[in-house]
């Protein structure tokens, strides 16, 4: 298989022949694309034409609304991945947490843009709704009864929307480059994902790659389509069932690309650990619980400076 699996969500949940497909991209890929999501074309265009003007701005404007390690809601042009700077800006939004390691960031919105907040929460909801079906398609899979992976998830996630902006780069590294001591700029270095699902957007402007058999690959935007990877909250409920994939974004030295990240999430108490339809006398749980809330406040530190190794579910695992 050299392409990336495409999975209809129609009647998902009641088509065992798209749970055995969902199943199988979790398996090898990690990646899959979906269509008749149900979306609406017109809140989808609604949200390109919002990101658009948001990061055609002047810099000064956005950085008034600039996100801190205190409010990490807002705009970032600085942000770290494996430690190394991506050549990338961005717009994260979230709900306003009145606890756990983010308590207190609350949403910044651009006054220069009257639109853009409704395109920006009508887009959330609607990632929402489909993450919760697929969520429950995952549980039948793992053999957990549907709906028992949705109380990771009360009585509040910390799931956040992130639109990003890869400008145009002079000194782009190459689409085959190595995964480390790479040279040029990548739009974002390699990594894993650390909650559950990230649902994707993206322009017709290819640049997403994952590594898939050794070798890194592109994932061609589909019209139409939405781009799913599972995160390693996944990986650890399978108990290595399925693998977090690793990807990057290449960065391009004759286009410029715009996207749209939401990641789901867990509430910050859930303790995640394999799932009893992943474990038994032969396949005994790999990793020890961990606490979603301090696994996300390690890795959202390191988006900012250089403090070393960035926490993994490896550092969890049983030895």
């Known amino acids: 298989m050299s392409d990336v699996p495409v999975i209809s969500l129609r009647n998902l949940e009641d088509s065992a022949q798209a749970l055995a497909q969902l199943d199988a991209a979790c398996r090898q890929w990690g990646f899959f694309q979906i269509v008749d999501h149900g979306l609406d074309t017109g809140r989808i265009e609604a949200l390109e034409r919002a990101a658009h003007q948001f990061f055609a701005l002047p810099r000064a404007r956005k950085l008034e609304i600039e996100r801190s390690a205190d409010n990490v809601w807002g705009y970032f042009d600085r942000e770290l991945t494996k430690n190394r700077q991506d050549w990338k800006q961005i717009f994260d939004f979230g709900p306003t947490d009145a606890g756990g390691p983010l308590a207190q960031s609350t949403a910044q919105w651009p006054r220069e843009l009257p ?22 398609a995952l549980a039948s899979n793992l053999g957990v009864p549907p709906g028992t992976l949705r109380q990771a998830f009360l009585p509040a996630h910390t799931s956040f929307l992130r639109l990003n902006y890869y400008p145009v780069c002079r000194q782009p590294a190459a689409p085959d480059a190595p995964t480390v001591g790479v040279q040029g700029e990548l739009g ?45 909250v996944v990986q650890v409920w399978s108990n290595d069932r399925y693998r977090a994939p690793l990807h990057r974004v290449l960065a391009s030295a004759r286009a410029e690309r715009y996207s749209a990240a939401f990641f789901f999430n867990p509430s910050y108490a859930h303790d995640y650990a394999p799932v009893p339809g992943c474990c038994d006398a032969d396949h005994p749980p790999r990793y020890r619980p961990i606490n979603w ?25 049983v030895a």
Do not use: K, M
Request: charged content about 20%; hydrophobic content about 40%.
């Open 293 to 317: 809330g301090e696994f996300r406040a390690g890795r959202a530190a390191g988006d900012y400076a250089d403090y070393g190794e960035e926490i993994q579910i490896e550092h969890f695992q």
């Open 188 to 232: 974002i270095h390699h990594h894993t994902d650390a909650g559950a699902l990230t649902v994707l957007l993206q322009d017709s402007q290819p640049g997403l790659q994952v590594l898939h058999d050794g070798a890194w690959r592109l994932v061609q935007p589909l019209a139409g389509a939405l781009t799913i990877n599972i995160g390693d």
């Open 115 to 136: 639109g853009f907040r409704a395109a920006v929460e009508a887009h959330f909801q609607d990632c929402e709704r489909i993450a919760l079906r697929l969520l429950d």
